[in-house]
């Protein structure tokens, strides 16, 4: 077939807002006397080597916190799935155990959870002590089958036996996994929840032994759909006011809030039996672009259905279909911004162009369709450049085929454009937080609910460029659930235990923007801290921090103080050109209370998280400067700014 692209192109400029078979070594030397290696965290989980993804079976039992993972005994890139496995005293600090449950017979051990079985309901136990029971799912690649076995251990994790019985349930589907186990007290039973992820369904099973699984209720689709439903997790909360409800976690493939995979969740109600969602908790969509008339580069304008996207404007105009590069007409930025909207239109993912921003001859933005087949908002940042003549450009290969590309509404203005709001609530806003779900068997006088999540995002996580091992955990996040208006939020903070780690290097009660500034000059910090602080927002219009390198950095975070919006974007900077999906901008809702910003983010070489508000959002982002001399940056419109209980930690 002859490779052809069609692109529909309008450039605008405006000045307004617009809106198994192989053991795993064992060694009780945690990630630190790893972590002179490039990419390598200091105090996020790694696997020695290879390949992990989802967080699986978290349980707690006997001072030990339990963390096993998919795992590729074999190589750096997903395959051969088996459950590798760690333990912590602590949770920051982890010990490497021998590969749990390995690959055999040609099935996979793809994702699941565990339990104490107190009551040896199972039939397990041996001396009088509880078994602990992994419940996952086994994948036969060959056959596309999918289904639910169990294993068990009588020696505190070390060592684990597969059912004979296995499969424990089996309904005969292809895509049926992730089952996560809790006991339900008031009915003395086990309760499974697990996904029927294309179907965007989850099913809830019943059983009193572990073995024998009894159907009792579907639910969903519900809210985001568009991505495939997998990891999905459920427990109950008490409110900040005293009152009860249940969480809902269900994770997606891809789809999610910034692109790729992702997690949402909800809150309701579960009798036992069936889980039902409240309906008074979503957010309000908010109005992301005014109308207005857009400059076209052509006179060939016409109309063009924009599906749904009710306040787009809705033109292009068509290019020579044979040609190899596209390329916009020359403008002048005098904005802070290029904002566009784009949609790819594929069969695959493979080789999708990217939109591209020149000056002279250097590369200085760039960005690609996140998900196929979807309208979505660009919007670079370009305020380092302003006053210079720039050109966007867009580029086939010889293996482009049938690729349709439709870019509209390429406009420049003070502000990033955004996208509505979806009534959907996200466990993250950044890129790289999934599968998170929570760990059974806290004992009750310790009380919280913590939970982890994969670092990566199924864009790209084969190709990060980290070496011999591939993928981290996010820190682990102890959750509450607050009253808010008709509904209810889920507030994370990072656990407790991560404050014994951490040597203080800058405190101030109170400061200015520009004090601080000149404080901060003064600081070495490396690529490994924390800073927690409030900001004074009166009289201040936007802030902005700098994360990475000191000329390009890795990520730019900016606050909008009349919206109330955060963007984050990772910029162009060089290191981020191993996948064309990793190059991101996001924006996202957070409201300040009596004008007032809470802020606390976490530094770990590679990874940025940042708590909002008390964790009300968090946005969780891998990075890869380019410079191994890392600098953060914060600066606002107004250098009189007060920013209050500032706090600087080494960790």
Not at 73 to 97: Q, R
Not at 128 to 133: E, H, M
Not at 421 to 445: C, H, L, R
Request: charged share 20%; net charge negative; proline share 4%.
């Amino acid at each position: 077939m002859r490779s052809s692209i069609k692109l529909y192109f309008t450039i605008s400029i405006l000045s307004s807002l617009v809106l198994s078979r192989c053991n795993f070594l064992e060694t009780k030397n945690t990630n630190q006397p790893m972590n002179t290696e490039q990419y390598r965290p200091g105090y996020h989980f790694t696997p020695n080597q290879n390949w992990m993804n989802d967080p699986n079976g978290m349980v707690f039992y006997e001072g030990e916190y339990h963390l096993f993972y998919q795992y590729n005994p074999f190589g750096n890139t997903w395959g051969h799935m088996s459950w590798g496995h760690a333990v912590s005293k602590d949770l920051i600090e982890w010990e490497h155990l021998p590969l749990a449950l390995a690959e055999e017979n040609d099935v996979m051990i793809f994702s699941g959870s565990a339990v104490v079985d107190w009551n040896n309901s199972s039939g397990f136990g041996i001396d009088n002590k509880p078994p602990l029971i992994a419940i996952y799912t086994g994948h036969e690649e060959a056959y596309r089958k999918q289904y639910q076995s169990i294993a068990y251990s009588n020696d505190k994790g070390r060592t684990w036996t597969k059912y004979i019985g296995n499969p424990v349930l089996d309904i005969g589907m292809k895509d049926f996994r992730d089952p996560k186990v809790f006991w339900y007290e008031p009915d003395q039973k086990w309760v499974m929840i697990v996904a029927l992820s294309l179907e965007r369904k989850l099913h809830l099973y019943s059983s009193t032994d572990l073995k024998q699984w009894s159907f009792m209720s579907e639910f969903g689709p519900k809210n985001a759909v568009k991505g495939i439903w997998e990891c999905p997790d459920l427990f109950e909360m008490k409110t900040n006011n005293g009152e009860s409800r249940w969480v809902l976690g269900i994770n997606l493939g891809r789809h999610s809030v910034a692109g790729g995979s992702g997690g949402q969740y909800l809150i309701g109600t579960f009798d036992g039996t069936e889980f039902k969602a409240d309906e008074d908790h979503f957010l309000e969509e908010k109005n992301y672009i005014p109308s207005s008339s857009f400059l076209a580069t052509t006179n060939t304008i016409k109309a063009v259905s924009a599906q749904s996207q009710s306040l787009l404007n809705e033109s292009f105009f068509s290019l020579d279909q044979d040609s190899k590069t596209y390329t916009s007409n020359p403008f002048t930025l005098t904005a802070d911004y290029v904002n566009f909207s784009m949609a790819t239109f594929a069969l695959s993912e493979d080789h999708i162009p990217n939109m591209e921003l020149w000056i002279d001859d250097q590369l200085i933005r760039n960005s690609a369709n996140n998900e196929l087949n979807i309208n979505e908002w660009k919007a670079w940042n370009v305020e380092a450049y302003s006053g210079q003549t720039a050109a966007m450009k867009i580029k086939k290969t010889e293996d482009d085929s049938e690729i349709n590309i439709i870019i509209d509404q390429i406009h420049l203005s003070d502000q990033a454009a955004y996208s509505p709001t979806e009534t959907t609530q996200w466990m993250d806003y950044g890129t790289d937080f999934y599968a998170a779900v929570s760990w059974s068997d806290v004992p009750k006088e310790d009380g919280r609910r913590i939970w982890i999540g994969w670092m990566n995002n199924w864009h790209y996580a084969n190709q990060i460029p980290s070496g011999k091992w591939r993928s981290s955990m996010s820190i682990p996040r102890s959750l509450e659930l607050a009253k808010k208006g008709n509904g209810y939020v889920l507030l994370q903070q990072p656990v407790e235990e991560i404050k014994k780690y951490r040597e203080t290097v800058f405190e101030s009660k109170e400061t200015s923007m520009k004090a601080f500034q000149s404080q901060l000059n003064k600081l070495e910090l490396s690529d490994q801290f924390e800073a927690e602080f409030e900001i004074d927002l009166t009289d201040t219009e936007y802030l902005k921090m700098f994360f990475g390198d000191p000329v390009l950095p890795a990520i730019l975070w900016e606050y909008d103080t009349q919206n109330q919006m955060v963007s984050t974007e990772r910029l162009a900077n060089g290191n981020e050109y191993f996948h064309p999906k990793f190059s991101n901008h996001q924006q996202f809702k957070v409201e300040a209370e009596s004008g007032t910003l809470k802020i606390r983010f976490f530094v770990d070489r590679t990874s940025l998280e940042i708590f909002h508000q008390n964790g009300a959002q968090v946005s969780t982002q891998l990075m890869y400067p380019i410079s191994a001399d890392f600098k953060w940056k914060l600066q606002s419109d107004n250098e009189d700014t007060v920013l209050y209980n500032m706090t600087i930690f080494k960790l």
